[in-house]
């Protein structure tokens, strides 16, 4: 199956930090990735979504400018969360997916804010 | 009315037991479904996609109702190392913001 990496697995930062994480597509050519968000006991949420060379879609109350998208290349995709708070602490899971058929997960990123 | 919903469960059933899952969307539209599994504090991991004929792996069998717009997931010979959250996909079509999943059934299986 396809093989998707997120680096760094996690992260623990001071508040008010900049916090980069990536998500590449290591064996296929991923034309969407996508970032979701995961709370403790609750269900994935869709924060936006990533095409190559394009802006990415943001769903609706994610905010644009706090959670930057970039998607420089068809296996890399960047989130960045900037000047995170301790309410942004969540596990960040991307997906990648070569035609929006299956989506293949990474293994998620678990950002802690003190 | 939300696109997919699911029963959250728990659902707690002794080793060896069958458990049936369902997932209801609302959109007729839609046109790929899945089901993943996702343990805690992993990512989910596909467990199968779902085909209009039903379709059958092992002891994991998936189908489709269309006229009904609900997907189930039966599990046969309940075994513990099945204890995971199931969560259903719904794709409606191509474009962004046509990814829907549920919220998620919570199995527990007790030796």
């Known amino acids: 199956g396809a093989v998707v990496s997120q680096h760094p697995s996690w992260v623990i930062c001071k508040s008010g930090t900049s916090v980069k994480i990536e998500c590449r597509s290591l064996?296929?050519?991923?034309?969407?990735m996508f970032w979701y968000r995961q709370f403790p006991k609750q269900s994935l949420m869709l924060m936006a979504t990533?095409?190559?060379?394009?802006?990415?879609?943001?769903e609706q109350g994610v905010e644009k400018d706090k959670f930057l998208i970039n998607h420089a290349s068809l296996t890399l995709s960047t989130l960045t969360v900037t000047s995170a708070h301790p309410e942004d602490s969540s596990f960040y899971i991307c997906?990648?997916?070569?035609?929006?058929?299956?989506?293949?997960f990474g293994p998620g990123t678990r950002l802690l804010v003190l | 009315r939300k696109e997919v919903e699911q029963d959250p469960g728990p659902f707690n059933v002794p080793e060896g037991a069958t458990v049936a899952f369902n997932c209801t969307y609302s959109?007729?539209?839609?046109?790929?479904f899945f089901w993943y599994r996702q343990d805690c504090r992993k990512e989910p991991k596909l467990l199968m996609s779902?085909?209009?004929s039903g379709n059958e792996d092992g002891r994991f069998t998936a189908q489709l109702n269309r006229a009904s717009q609900y997907i189930s997931l039966l599990i046969r010979d309940s075994k513990l190392s099945d204890s995971a959250t199931y969560l259903c996909?719904?794709?409606?079509?191509?474009?962004?913001?046509?990814?829907?999943f549920g919220t998620g059934t919570r199995l527990t299986v007790i030796p």
């Open positions: 997906s990648a997916s070569r035609d929006l058929g299956t989506q293949y």
């Open positions: 064996d296929f050519q991923a034309t969407t």
């Open positions: 990533s095409n190559e060379g394009s802006k990415a879609t943001y």
């Open positions: 959109n007729s539209a839609s046109q790929s």
């Open positions: 779902v085909y209009s």
């Open positions: 996909v719904v794709i409606r079509g191509t474009g962004a913001n046509n990814l829907f």
